[in-house]
């Protein structure tokens, strides 16, 4: 059932020109504007692909977008889906699925977090190299799932080496600071305690947010290369903690997002 669903949506978008993309990006929260470097050829709402759940956060557009970015062929999630939706794993991982069936060959992924390492600001950009799921499931735990891949995905290196190694490339030569850590991943849609920082401190987590995992989790399952940015919009300093403003970690991406942009441009290129 699954897989006659996925297929439906696969050949929906194909016979709506979208063919041959060779590069995935998912844009995360407040990060959007990496679609104004595209030159687009196709853009499809959500609500229009057969199967394909909805964005209901307010902050994501909900939107396939395809086009070309640094010269290659580009197809954008503009909006993702995450659990404190009311999602469950296999919706929040559809669209990567989909893409995947598109012809993907590379998947790049941002997201929104806030910074548990404390050496890190906010404004700051670090590149996942590895992750902690918290969230209490897996995108790969539903009956069936073994007709996609190994639903024993080895979690040895869930983040691409020599992806990682072309971004952190990219960046020295952009003189861009770009931190290297361990992100984790929670359900929200709260945000933490000052005791669950401090347990995520001792877990020696470097930022927290509440998507990704899951999209890397199927990533690697189809054996599909992928990297990930974290955006880091608040920090969580347990012994010094302020209300948090969403406006204002949405003003943050913003102002961070260019240097993600750059990376993401500069990295398709080589790719």
Same mark, same amino acid.
């Given at each position: 059932m699954k897989q006659q669903q996925l297929q439906e949506t696969i050949d929906f978008l194909k016979s709506n020109g979208i063919t041959n993309p060779e590069i995935g990006i998912v844009l995360g929260t407040g990060l959007g504007k990496l679609v104004d470097e595209i030159s687009i050829e196709k853009e499809? !709402?959500?609500?229009?692909?057969?199967?394909?759940?909805?964005?209901?956060?307010?902050?994501?557009?909900?939107?396939?977008?395809?086009?070309?970015?640094?010269g290659k062929k580009v197809l954008v999630m503009a909006g993702r889906f995450h659990l404190y939706e009311g999602y469950n794993a296999w919706e929040v991982t559809y669209g990567i699925r989909t893409l995947h069936g598109l012809?993907?060959?590379?998947?790049l992924i941002s997201n929104a977090a806030g910074a548990i390492n404390l050496n890190y600001k906010k404004g700051d950009l670090m590149l996942i190299e590895d992750?902690?799921?918290?969230?209490?499931?897996?995108?790969? !735990?539903?009956?069936? !799932?073994?007709?996609?891949?190994?639903?024993?995905a080895d979690m040895l290196e869930p983040y691409s080496k020599e992806l990682n190694a072309k971004i952190?490339?990219?960046?020295?030569?952009?003189?861009?600071?770009?931190?290297?850590?361990?992100y984790t991943s929670v359900l929200?849609?709260?945000?933490?305690?000052?005791?669950?920082?401090r347990m995520l401190q001792i877990f020696e987590t470097d !930022?927290?947010?509440?998507?990704?995992?899951?999209?890397?989790?199927?990533?690697?399952?189809?054996?599909?290369?992928?990297?990930?940015?974290?955006?880091l919009t608040d920090e969580c300093d347990p012994k010094n903690l302020q209300p948090v403003d969403i406006g204002e970690i949405i003003a943050i991406a913003g102002k961070a997002e260019p240097k993600m942009i750059t990376l993401f441009k500069e990295v398709i290129k080589e790719l």
């Open positions: 499809v !709402a959500y609500a229009d692909i057969p199967n394909f759940p909805v964005a209901t956060v307010e902050f994501h557009s909900g939107k396939l977008i395809y086009g070309e970015l640094s012809g993907i060959k590379n998947l992750h902690i799921n918290l969230q209490g499931s897996s995108p790969l !735990a539903f009956k069936g !799932a073994n007709k996609f891949g190994n639903i024993f952190s490339d990219i960046a020295n030569q952009q003189n861009i600071l770009l931190h290297k850590g361990v929200g849609p709260q945000l933490e305690t000052r005791a669950e920082y !930022a927290v947010g509440m998507s990704t995992v899951p999209e890397v989790i199927v990533a690697k399952q189809l054996n599909l290369p992928c990297a990930a940015i974290s955006v």
